[in-house]
Nanobody
C-alpha cells in the first residue's frame, strides 16, 4: 500500500505559477513510476506528467514547456512546477504511483483554479 498526499493547489491568475507537492508513504525510488493527472469538470482524467524511476519523463502536449515534474527521493516527494498557467489548466490534480505487482495508487486530489 502507498498513501499519497497532495498539496499546493489554489487560485492563481492566468500567467501565474503554482507548485504542487505529493508526499508518499514509502520510498518513491521503490516505485516504478510517479505521475500527475488532472480532471477538469465534465471531462475525463488525463495524464499530465509521468516520471519513470531511473528512466524517462513524459508530458502532455498541452503542458510541454510550462510544467516540470521533479522528485526529491530523500523526502519521498514528487513535485509539479506549473508556470504560465492558463484557464484551461483548471482542474483537480491527482498524484499517482504505479508499482508493478502491487497496483496503482491515487492521492485525494488538489484543486487548481486559473482565473482569466
Amino acid at each position: 500500500q502507498v498513501q499519497l498526499v497532495e498539496s499546493g493547489g489554489g487560485l492563481v491568475q492566468s500567467g501565474g505559477s503554482l507548485r504542487l507537492s505529493c508526499a508518499a508513504s514509502k520510498s518513491i525510488s521503490s516505485l516504478y513510476r510517479m505521475g500527475w493527472y488532472r480532471q477538469a469538470a465534465g471531462k475525463q482524467r488525463e495524464s499530465v506528467a509521468l516520471s519513470v524511476t531511473g528512466g524517462s519523463t513524459t508530458y502532455a502536449d498541452s503542458v510541454k514547456g510550462r510544467f516540470t515534474i521533479s522528485r526529491d527521493n530523500a523526502k519521498n516527494t514528487v513535485y509539479l512546477q506549473m508556470n504560465s498557467l492558463k484557464p484551461e489548466d483548471t482542474a483537480v490534480y491527482y498524484c499517482n504511483a504505479l508499482q508493478y505487482g502491487s497496483g496503482t495508487y491515487w492521492g485525494q486530489g488538489t484543486q487548481v483554479t486559473v482565473s482569466s
